[in-house]
Every structure is written in structure tokens, then in C-alpha cells.
């Protein structure tokens, strides 16, 4: 449970669905009660007031159930203390840039007067790895989840905190307000959010549940892949693009930085080199773990994971194959990492350029140095 000081200053944002129907016998429903969620968000502290929703009659099923705005989880995931704003940046700092966990800790304070615990922030960062490793989508749990649900609606959303870096792309289903799956994609080209689409159609065959709906903030390639793939689904807008709107002033303060970045790619030759030093550079900078998975054996085994990766490549090259082995790069560190060579180049320049308001010395560039910071604990 976050502590808020008392003396925060919260700007209210008050939701409700949009659908005031029962689901069960179409009688408007009644708000019964309010969910108070307070947030950091870029642009400050929110309060999101959402008012929950049931139908009147008492001997109908849609009483005794209440309904959630639709558009809560669009700004904030529950129970967490920040909105996807800062989850997103947070995100993006550790996996995009590379950034440990004390100096991602000390920019949202300095920058942002976001104040949260090295524990919190550690939370956040595994949650945002689990959400693109989609690890905790185990069929059968889910499967046992969605047992008693009738039918399904499906909401994307693409998350920007910066121009020209990648956009989380978050694909959830409303009636148990359940992240599905999410990417970290570069490029917003039509085909590949048409992937993110289809994997959610596939999803729903494999629960062999209707999708009833679609809701999304209609960009084009939404619009045009939804239709495409889901024939006779409705598509609502979603209004509340509360995340996009409190991004803005970050995104034109960082447009002109991000501009110098594609002078500076560097020949393929060098790609290879540098995906191996993005990869070394992320293991050196964690500060994850704890009692029971230090973090100078985490550090230690995804190193050997380098080398062996490295190894595979040589002995490959000696074969007469030539062959970019990026999977064979270490899996838990990794994992985030943009996919394509273009971005990994571009987040690979960008590391070395980044956040030109932090101390030049708080980068972690000496390997030997941060050794030591890793078996500490
Ligand atoms: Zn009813």
C-alpha cells in the first residue's frame, strides 16, 4: 500500500461505463458505489474516481454484480500506485536504456517528484517483464479462469511516453479486467499491430468464447485489422485518452533528442557487437534479485549465458555459417529488448546518449566497477 502525504495535491478524474445497460435483463443501472484510486502519473498526482454501476432490480442477477468504468484499466492497472504512464517509462528505462533500478528511482524523483521505493519500482519492472513474456498465460489457468464468463471484449491500447522510442502496445479483456498480453513495438505499421489482433483472436478460439466487442482509441491500423479479423464486431471509441493527453509535454520536450539518435547508426558489422554490449551493460546494471536470488548470481549466470551465446556464434562462423545468433542472448536479462536490428541499434545509440539531465558518472559504462556492485548484498 503506497503512502500518500497528506498534503498531495490530486486532480480528480471521474469514470463510468459507458454501457448503462444490465447485461443480464437491459434495465439502466444505478451507481451503487465509488472506487477511489490515487496514481503518479508524468503530469502528477490523479485520483481516479470510478463509479460503479448495478441494476436496480434485486431479483436479477445483475444486481448482486457491480460494473466497472471501462475505462479504469486504460489509465492504471489496480492496486498499483502509478498510472501506465510512469509504468510504461519505468519499463522503458529498464529494459530499453538499461537503466538500474537506484538511478530509475532517482530520475522519477528528480524529474518527476515521483517518489517510490527501490522496492516498488523492482515490482513494477517485474511486472512489466511478465506482461511481454506473457509468462503468466498459462492456458489451463486461464482457461479455468474465464469458466464462468459468457463472452469477451477485447480493448488495445499503444502507450508512448517518447517519441520515436518504442510504444507499449497492452492488450486486455474487459469482463475480467485481465491484461492479456502486451509488446514493446517500434514501428506502429498496420501489420504487425494486425499480430497483436490475431493473437488475441486466437486466444478467444482457444477459450472458445465470443468476442462481443472491441474497444480501442480508433487509430487507422486498429480500425482497419479489427474489421479485418474480427468481421461484425462492434468497435467502440474509448474518449477517456487520459494517458495519451498527459503525455504530450514529454513527448515534444524529447522529440528534437530523439532526432540525433538516427544519424548515428552504426554499420552492421558493429550491430552484432553491440547487441552483446546492451546485453552485458543490462546484466552489469541489475540490481534485481534478492535473499533467496542475489543479484551477483543472477549476474553471474546471465554472463555465462553471454559467453555462451558468443561461443555458439564463434563455432558457427568457424562452420562457415553466418548467422546473427540474437536468441542465443542471455533469456532473463534480455527479455524487453526491442526485437528488430533497427531498434536494438537505435536503443543501443541510445544509451550512450541518454538523459541529458543525469550526471554523466551515474552511467555504468566500466564494467569492472559495477562488479562489485553486483555481489554486494
Ligand atoms: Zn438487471
Not at 47 to 72: F, N, R
Not at 96 to 105: D, L, Q, T, Y
Not at 156 to 161: A, F, V
Not at 342 to 347: D, E, I, N, T
Request: proline share 6%; aromatic share 6%.
Amino acid at each position: 500500500m503506497y503512502l500518500w502525504p497528506k498534503d498531495t495535491s490530486f486532480r480528480r478524474l471521474e469514470l463510468i461505463t459507458e454501457h448503462r445497460d444490465c447485461p443480464t435483463c437491459g434495465r439502466f443501472m444505478h451507481i451503487c458505489d465509488h472506487r477511489h484510486h490515487p496514481i503518479h502519473t508524468l503530469e502528477g498526482p490523479v485520483e481516479i474516481v470510478s463509479k460503479l454501476v448495478h441494476c436496480p432490480d434485486s431479483a436479477c442477477k445483475g444486481h448482486s454484480t457491480t460494473v466497472s468504468p471501462e475505462a479504469e484499466l486504460q489509465v492504471a492497472l489496480p492496486y498499483l500506485a502509478v498510472g501506465w504512464d510512469v509504468f510504461a517509462w519505468i519499463g522503458q528505462r529498464r529494459f530499453g536504456r538499461h537503466w538500474s533500478i537506484p538511478e530509475i528511482c532517482r530520475e522519477l524523483q528528480e524529474r518527476y517528484q515521483i517518489h517510490l521505493s527501490a522496492d516498488a519500482i523492482e515490482e513494477y519492472v517485474v511486472r512489466y517483464e511478465v506482461m511481454l513474456a506473457a509468462r503468466q498465460q498459462d492456458p489451463e489457468r486461464m482457461a479455468q479462469e474465464y469458466r464462468d464468463v459468457e463472452s469477451l471484449i477485447l480493448s488495445i491500447d499503444g502507450l508512448q511516453p517518447e517519441k520515436g522510442h518504442e510504444t507499449l502496445y497492452v492488450v486486455r479483456e474487459l469482463s475480467l479486467k485481465r491484461v492479456w498480453f502486451a509488446q514493446s513495438l517500434i514501428s506502429s505499421a498496420t501489420e504487425e499491430l494486425r499480430l497483436l489482433v490475431i493473437q488475441a483472436r486466437e486466444w478467444a478460439k482457444r477459450l472458445e468464447k465470443p468476442v462481443v466487442g472491441w474497444i480501442s482509441d480508433k487509430q487507422e491500423a486498429f480500425v482497419k485489422t479489427i474489421a479485418e479479423e474480427f468481421p461484425g464486431i462492434p468497435h467502440a471509441y474509448c474518449k477517456n485518452h487520459f494517458l495519451r493527453d498527459a503525455a504530450k509535454p514529454m513527448l515534444e520536450e524529447t522529440a528534437a533528442s530523439s532526432k540525433a539518435d538516427v544519424a548515428a547508426a552504426p554499420d552492421s558489422a558493429g550491430e552484432v557487437v553491440l547487441d552483446y554490449c546492451t546485453a552485458v551493460r543490462g546484466i552489469l546494471n541489475s540490481d534485481q534479485g534478492g535473499y533467496l536470488s542475489p543479484p551477483g548470481l543472477r549476474m553471474a549466470e546471465a554472463l555465462g549465458e553471454v559467453r555462451a551465446s558468443l561461443q555458439r556464434n564463434l563455432e558457427m562462423e568457424k562452420g562457415g555459417l553466418r548467422t546473427r545468433n540474437s536468441t542465443g542472448l542471455p533469456g532473463a536479462s534480455t527479455k524487453g529488448l526491442p526485437r528488430s536490428p533497427r531498434a536494438k541499434r537505435r536503443f543501443a545509440c541510445r544509451s550512450r546518449t541518454s538523459a541529458p539531465s543525469r550526471p554523466r558518472s551515474t552511467q555504468k559504462t566500466a564494467p569492472q566497477k559495477d562488479a562489485g556492485r553486483g555481489s554486494r548484498s
